[in-house]
């Protein structure tokens, strides 16, 4: 841990810290994923604490089903098998040898915003409402290079995709996705993936739940049918307000959320201040994010601040003018398929409120005349 004086030292009048084999963050800076010890269930992202798109590594979300997996990268093997003429067993140095590509895109989720939804409180910062998605940049091989390697037969429409943790997590996916854009990650940021991560290879599905982003990814088993897995029947499966339900609802849906102001922040003096937030969408770019300072009485177009890649973060800002009155701040995204993020009205008379996946419905901060900003729902 750097060195940190009880008292401010002039910097120029001391020698510096020496080189360390890894590059710490500043003792003055502490962002971390809550909470800790997770074995089953999840750790956020600390999004109201970062700038950007890209999460770092180490902040990405995680979510868990039983424990951390840790493998032997010598020892791991992928397979690829079911309906395919060559059935291939294929090691991290084998997979490294394949054309690579890089992808910037997010993971989400499907059960991200649950807390917000099911039980809000002004106490809630950005990563409690919707910490269960990341951006990261990730190397790999596409999957299609693989199953064509290992000749897909007629019939398949299916892939079922396995995880090699304790859980056994599987997921079937539609042939043309893994086909499409579907990676076989083995780094993330320019370094190998995480251990919670899925290291020593994950599946990365752009715009996809991310419960099918397999982690710590053992098996591809090419089938005709979905496979009916536990975590695709018993789990993720949405019932509607007529009665039915909807299953294998993959595509997350455009969302945006304000990072800042939000709790607990307390803006300190009246004037200008950014509203800086996140948008994104499974279906692609973002085209539009408008910001309300009146509880959606009246919108503004937002600007972007950085690239605008599909299926990926992207981050929007707008200057606002405060002069002490209480305010109600919100954001709306709206993606290059014209899909406008919903009110939470609209949400429910849609999806109902049996649901409490791939709930985006507008959020929105509550700015107090004193200064205080709190989850307003």
Not at 13 to 32: D, H, M, V, Y
Not at 152 to 173: K, M, N, P, T, Y
Not at 215 to 226: E, S
Not at 244 to 251: G, K, L, P
Request: with cysteine.
């Amino acid at each position: 841990m750097p060195f940190v004086p009880d008292a401010p030292l002039d910097a120029t009048k001391i020698p510096g810290l020496p080189s360390a084999p890894l590059n710490a963050r500043s003792a003055f800076e502490n962002p971390g994923q809550a909470p800790p010890g997770v074995m089953s269930g999840a750790s956020n992202t600390p999004l109201q604490q970062l700038h950007g798109t890209i999460t770092p590594a180490d902040l990405h979300f995680q979510r868990h089903h039983n424990g951390i997996a840790v493998l032997d990268p010598a020892r791991h093997r992928l397979v690829v098998h079911g309906l395919v003429a060559r059935p291939l067993s294929i090691s991290v140095e084998d997979l490294r040898r394949f054309p690579s590509v890089t992808r910037t895109c997010f993971i989400e989720c499907a059960g991200n915003g649950r807390v917000a939804y099911r039980a809000p409180k002004p106490e809630l910062t950005p990563q409690d409402v919707d910490g269960m998605t990341s951006n990261s940049e990730w190397t790999g091989v596409p999957a299609s290079v693989l199953l064509r390697e290992a000749g897909v037969q007629s019939g398949a429409s299916w892939v079922l995709a396995e995880g090699g943790d304790a859980a056994v997590l599987s997921r079937s996916i539609p042939l043309d996705k893994m086909m499409d854009d579907a990676i076989v990650a083995y780094a993330q940021n320019g370094e190998a993936v995480r251990t919670a991560n899925g290291y020593p290879m994950r599946l990365v599905l752009p715009g996809y739940e991310g419960n099918m982003c397999i982690k710590w990814l053992r098996r591809l088993k090419v089938i005709d049918q979905p496979n009916m897995s536990r975590d695709e029947t018993a789990k993720y499966t949405d019932p509607l307000p007529d009665g039915t339900s909807r299953q294998f609802s993959f595509v997350m849906d455009a969302k945006s959320i304000i990072t800042s102001p939000a709790y607990p922040e307390h803006l300190a003096a009246h004037g200008w201040w950014p509203i800086s937030g996140l948008a994104w969408s499974g279906r692609g770019r973002i085209t539009r994010v408008d910001v309300s300072v009146d509880g959606g009485a009246s919108w503004s177009a937002a600007e972007f601040e950085g690239p605008v890649l599909p299926m990926a973060h992207t981050r929007f800002q707008y200057m606002w003018k405060w002069a002490g009155q209480t305010a109600r701040l919100m954001s709306r995204a709206v993606d290059e398929t014209g899909y406008v993020q919903p009110t939470l009205a609209e949400f429910k008379r849609v999806r109902g409120t049996g649901t409490d996946y791939h709930y985006n419905a507008i959020r929105s901060w509550t700015v107090a005349a004193h200064g205080a900003v709190t989850f307003g729902g």
